[in-house]
């Protein structure tokens, strides 16, 4: 039984696989995790191993520590494990853990050409080669992030909680903003897959996956596949790749 975890800067995920079955998922807040929240969320579930992909390292120690109570010390990508990849970025250390996780994931799922966007803190898109390259990719502030910046640094715009606009045109401040950010990205979504889509000399598939796909996917046209747990399907293979190559 393996325990696969992405820490992200809003939550750390949790998935307990099985073979390549997902068994179970849950989410504690970055800034929250603790042992015994740990333990609850758990359950009945005891893993012997465990596999960690990482964007705040802070919290991979102390992540770390919690796990203390596995039989194995974890696995850590980018230290333990080097995801099998060849990457195009001018300084490849650069790129998230986490991005190349889901690259390789869809490699392995789905196949190539592919761009993956992550709906998260951050709005990622990763564009995987034909050649299952990882070749780059784009960064924008999410969608909560982005909400809190038209709240903070404007006087007259208040707090507001992400969710599903009820209109498109606003009648209010409160709704304004909701589908400004909502239908906004959107937009922005399907327009950047379109144009690295163009840029393909082959057919290319665009895979969603992150926190806030299950809201975006209902509003964006370009998506072809929503795969909400890419990132711990990518660490459970990537367990299995090191497995194999030690």
Same mark, same amino acid.
């Given at each position: 039984m393996l325990l696969?975890?992405?820490?992200?800067?809003?939550?750390?995920?949790?998935?307990?696989f099985i073979g390549k079955k997902l068994i179970r998922k849950f989410d504690i807040p970055t800034d929250k995790?603790?042992?015994? $929240?740990?333990? *609850?969320?758990?359950?009945?579930? *005891?893993p012997c191993q465990a596999i960690i992909c990482s964007v705040v390292p802070e919290a991979t120690r102390h992540v770390k520590g919690v796990l203390s109570c596995l039989p194995l010390p974890p696995l850590i990508i980018g230290k333990d494990v080097c995801?099998?990849?060849?990457?195009?970025?001018?300084?490849?250390?650069?790129?998230g853990q986490d991005r190349l996780v889901n690259a390789y994931a869809v490699v392995r799922l789905y196949g190539a050409p592919a761009v993956v966007v992550d709906f998260g803190t951050a709005i990622t898109f990763d564009v995987v080669s034909k050649n299952k390259e990882y070749k780059g990719g @784009?960064?924008?502030p999410g969608l *909560?992030?982005?909400?809190?910046?038209?709240?903070?640094?404007?006087?007259? @715009?208040?707090?507001? *909680?992400?969710?599903?606009?009820s209109e498109f045109i606003g009648k209010d401040t409160k709704s304004s903003m909701r589908s400004g950010v909502v239908y906004g990205f959107a937009s922005l979504t399907d327009m950047l897959i379109s144009r690295i889509k163009k840029n393909s000399t082959r057919?290319?598939?665009?895979?969603?996956?992150?926190?806030?796909?299950?809201?975006?996917a209902r509003y964006c046209r370009k998506?072809?596949?929503i795969d909400? $747990?890419?990132? @711990?399907?990518?660490l459970n293979l990537l367990y299995d790749y090191a497995k194999k190559n030690t």
């Open positions: 696969a975890i992405d820490i992200g800067n809003t939550n750390i995920t949790f998935g307990i995790l603790r042992l015994v $929240t740990f333990k *609850k969320k758990l359950g009945c579930f *005891k995801v099998p990849i060849k990457n195009f970025y001018r300084k490849p250390a650069q790129v @784009l960064i924008v *909560k992030i982005s909400l809190e910046a038209l709240s903070e640094r404007t006087a007259l @715009l208040p707090q507001l *909680k992400l969710s599903m606009p057919r290319m598939l665009a895979i969603a996956t992150g926190g806030d796909v299950s809201l975006m998506i072809d596949k909400a $747990t890419l990132t @711990l399907k990518g």
